[in-house]
Each structure stands twice: as C-alpha cells, then as structure tokens.
C-alpha cells in the first residue's frame, strides 16, 4: 500500500502539484494527465528528489523524510522517462550497482540478478556493454534494474515512450508481472490511456498539479471530469 | 572479475618491455628525465580517471603532488623511517589535505569542483615559494640555505637505473589499482554518477561519498607521485608546482585520452620528455605549449577518447570493455 498525503510542490512561483492525496492499494496502479500535469514531478517526489510538503508512507512506514539514495537502498526503484542507465557497464553491472547496495549475501545476489534477467529476456546478453543496446533493450534494462534488490515500490515514468506499438505492449505485460516476480507495489506514470486501462487496476488523474479523479481505472476513465480535462484533448471514447 | 581486458594485456607486455628496455638503453640524463615523466604519469592516472569515469575536473593534481612531495622530504629528513613508510604517510595526508579543500565542492554539481582545486593550486604555488620544501633544515619548514641533506631512497633502489625501475612499478601498481576500482562496487557506482546525478541517486549510490572516494583515490596517487619525484633529485624546488602546470597536466592528460592507461602515459610523456627533446634539440621549449594547445585543439573536435583511443584503435585493440 503506497499512501500519499497531501503532496505540495512548488517552483518558484509555480504549484507543481498541490495538495495531492491517494492511497494505492492494487499490485499495479496508474497516474494519468495530460503533459504538464504534475505526474513526474509525483514520481520525483517519491523518489526523494524534490522537497515537498506532505506524507509519503509505504504500509505505514513513512518514507518521506529519507534522503533519495537511502530510499533506494530502502526498496524504492524507478525507471526514467529517458532511460538513465550507464553506457560503459554493462547489463549485469547495471543491475550490480542496485545490489551493491543492498543487503544479501553473494550468491543471493547473483541468483537475483540472474531472475531479473531472465524475466526480462536480457540474459543471454548479460555482459553486453550498455552502450550497444538499442532502445527498445536499454528500456529493458531499466525495468530489470526495477527487480533486484528487494523492491517494494516500483515506479515507471512512461515506459512507452519512443517505442514501437508492440514493443510497449510487451513492456506492458512485463510491468505486469512486476508484483508477481517482486512483491512489490508499482506506478505506471503514463499518458497513453490504452497501456494504463490495460495493465492498472487504480488510477490517479492529475490535471494542472491537482487531484481530479481517483479510484478503479474504469470508473475513473467514465468520470465525465477526466473525459473532460484529460481524454477530451485525447480523443479517446473507448 | 580478475579477468584481464585486452588494453590491460597490452599495458603489462608495454610495462615490462619499458621495465627491461628503458633503463638499458637511456645514459645519466634521461634516466633522470624518466624518472619524473613516471612520477608524472602516475598523478595524470589520477586526473585521468576522474574525468573519464565521474566527468570530474581536477585543477590541482600537480599542486597535490607538491603536498605529497613536501611531505615526504619532511619525513626523510626528520625521522629515520623507510623511503616507502614516507611516501605512504605522503599518500594519505595528501588525500587528507585534498579531501578537506574539496568536500564543499564535491556536494556541489557543475564545475566547482575545477575552480576550487585551480584556487587551491594558487594557494598551494604561493605557499611552496615562500616557504620551500625541506632541505634538511631546523624547525617545521626545515629549510637550509644551498646544501641539502642527504635523502634515503628505497634500500632495493638505490641507483638511478634502479629507482626508474622502481618508479615504473609503482605506476603499473597504479594503474592495477585504479582498474581494480573500476571492476568494483566503486566503479559502478561512478559510472552512475557519470551517467546523471538523478541515475545514482534511484541505484542507491551516495554520490557525495563515491565522489570523495575517487577525489579521494587521485589524491592518493598524486602524494605517492610526489614523494617519488622527491626522491628522484632528493629535494624539490617550488617552480615544479607552479599552479600553470597543474592544469597543464590535466590538459595533456585529455590530450592523452584520459579512458586508458596509454593516455596517461603519454600525457607523462608530453609533459616531461617533449620538453627535454626540444631543449636538447636547441629549440625553445616554449614552442612545445603552441604543440599542446594545437593537440588539446585535436583531442576535443575529433578524438573524444585522445591519442591513446586512436592509438588503440589503430592497433585494433580497443574493445568496448578496454
Ligand atoms: N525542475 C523544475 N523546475 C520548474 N518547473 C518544473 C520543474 N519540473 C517540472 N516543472 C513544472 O511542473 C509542471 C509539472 O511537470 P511534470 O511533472 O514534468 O509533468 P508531467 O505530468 O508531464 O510529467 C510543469 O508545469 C513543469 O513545467
Ligand atoms: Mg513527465
């Protein structure tokens, strides 16, 4: 359960967001707006890269106070709307400086990157370094490196973004497999409404750093406020 | 993890070659000259790997060498320790000493960093000719007017020939241990921090801590490369670390390519061995600055990885894991 309350941020003059709450509960869940409404700013928020005012809690536990790295180390992870992962390693040693730091003993480590790579396919290429990687596989690595380590919150920050119609789809049903694999609660940050109706049980609509609509994704989707905020300029009707 | 790349191949056959070679073949003079250009080559590993692995600018490895150097002649003619006992203490004040003046910049992004290890060589440049280095002298700054006081070198490397020897494997241990870094829990975590800020934060890593560390690991090398090069002459004179040649140095070493050992060597090299050959070759040595600047030129607009990338390529030895 990831419980966000009343998340405030500001630049300067501008509210990112303002007062947001929710509370997270299904394996998988989404956050869906337009551009600009606030949704990666939510994810840096929890990702303990923007001060904010509020509550951030994972069962309980509050969050919110650690510094970004040690909310890492906790069992926060994250993929980036453009992949940040380190060209001169490679896809094994991209998933190791996860595991460096967190706790396990070696072979468990190993054991575990080994599982975050088969689940991704990226296996028989572990040692490829991650310069040579295409886009589609760099995403894939981002969402390996989401695996080790223990997780217990998984965000992914439009994780089809630049990629083929089938290749998102593929990437869809291996977020799904997110909470299966790990345990872990996931966010899918995303504008494309299809890949968010699919794969997330609960929904967040942000719209100019506000709250207006949470809940099932359906009932959410037929809320005539987010049709008409969000889907109208979509021009979604499904 | 003990694996060895092939640039790592290469870099061990060039060592022993070096080892067996140079010493044979260079009379009185050059041995002297090697010597330092292997001090050098040891301090520009240091600058070398913080730029190419952390994207770190370092302003001030020649001025940090001067503390390793100062401190080292400091030790020999106060104590009767081993020559090695002094370089180590030199090694890790000097990495001290380093860590202090840059900790406020390495929680800063950007290029604070260059600016406050370039202000430190100023500092350190005005201090080194005021005060000297150590002669053998009475009192703290123990310096004596034109005699020296004799300096103990390593009992293994008492002669010149012997002591470039020794110069040389202490760089190759150099390089060991900067690779051994690289393959490490370290190493990846500078590769994040290379890669962006907001990538090592979501990989856990304190970046704050890493990049101390490898701030940390050049200083080290810089204070053991400075108490090496005091024991070359057996005393050092303030012009040697003059702040100019601090970022001298860390041109020459993107000049170099500062990804691979190579580079390093040859950045020691340019520094050093150029302006002994123009010397001998009655040309001005300021010429060889005109050469470094047109070089620096070269290595930015078309050789990101320096001469030693092009080198290693030309050889078909760059790998992607080089
Ligand atoms: N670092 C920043 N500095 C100033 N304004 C920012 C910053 N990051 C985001 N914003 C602003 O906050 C709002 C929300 O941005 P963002 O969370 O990135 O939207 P999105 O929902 O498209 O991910 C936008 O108006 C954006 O311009
Ligand atoms: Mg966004």
Known sequence: MIELVDLTVTFGGVTALDNVSAVFTKPVNGIIGPNGAGKTTTMNVISGFLKCSGHIRYNDEEIGRLPAYKRTRWGLRRSFQREQIADDLSILDNLKVILDVTPGGRAQKAADAEQALEATGLAPRAHTMAGELNTFERRLVDVARCLVGKPKIVMFDEPGGGLSREEAARLGDLILKVPEITGATTLVIDHDVDLISRICAETLVLDFGKRIAFGETAAVLGDPKVKAAYLGVEEVDS | ?322
């Open chain 2, 1 to 322: 993890m003990l694996a060895i790349t092939r640039s790592g191949l290469a870099g061990t056959v060039f060592f022993l070659i070096a080892l067996l070679a140079l010493p044979a073949l260079a009379d009185g003079q050059w041995i002297k000259i090697f010597i330092s250009t292997g001090c050098f080559v040891i301090a520009a590993s240091g600058v070398a790997f913080m730029y190419s692995r952390l994207g770190m600018v370092s302003l001030g490895q020649v001025a940090l060498m001067g503390v390793g150097g100062w401190v080292t002649l400091r030790m020999n003619h106060a104590f009767n320790l081993p020559f090695e006992i002094n370089v180590a203490v030199a090694g890790a004040v000097t990495l001290v000493f380093g860590w202090l003046l840059a900790l406020p910049a390495l929680r800063m992004r950007g290029l604070y960093l260059a600016l406050i290890t370039l202000m430190a060589a100023g500092g350190l440049e005005v201090i080194f000719s005021t005060f000297r280095f150590p002669n053998g002298g009475p009192g703290f700054w123990g310096v004596m007017p034109s005699v020296a006081a004799p300096f103990r070198r390593p009992w293994i490397a008492q002669s010149d020939t012997a002591y470039l020897r020794y110069i040389m494997a202490a760089a190759f241990f150099g390089f060991v241990l900067i690779e051994l870094h690289r393959r490490m829990a370290p190493g990846r975590a500078w590769a994040m921090i290379r890669r962006s800020e907001a990538a090592a934060l979501a990989s856990g890593v304190n970046v704050v801590y890493y990049k101390a560390w490898a701030f940390g690991l050049s200083g080290f090398l810089a204070g053991v490369a400075g108490g090496l090069l005091a024991g070359g002459l057996g005393l050092l004179d303030a012009a040697t670390f003059r702040a100019s040649e601090s970022i001298m140095l860390f041109a020459l070493s993107v000049v170099g390519g500062a990804r691979f050992w190579l580079g390093a060597v040859i950045a020691g090299v340019l520094y050093r061995v150029m302006p002994a050959l123009f010397s001998n070759w009655g040309i001005n040595s300021d010429l060889t600055l005109v050469i470094f600047g047109a070089a620096l030129l070269h290595a930015i607009m078309t050789a990101p990885d320096g001469l030693s990338g092009q080198i290693l390529q030309a050889f078909g030895k760059v790998t992607r894991r080089a």
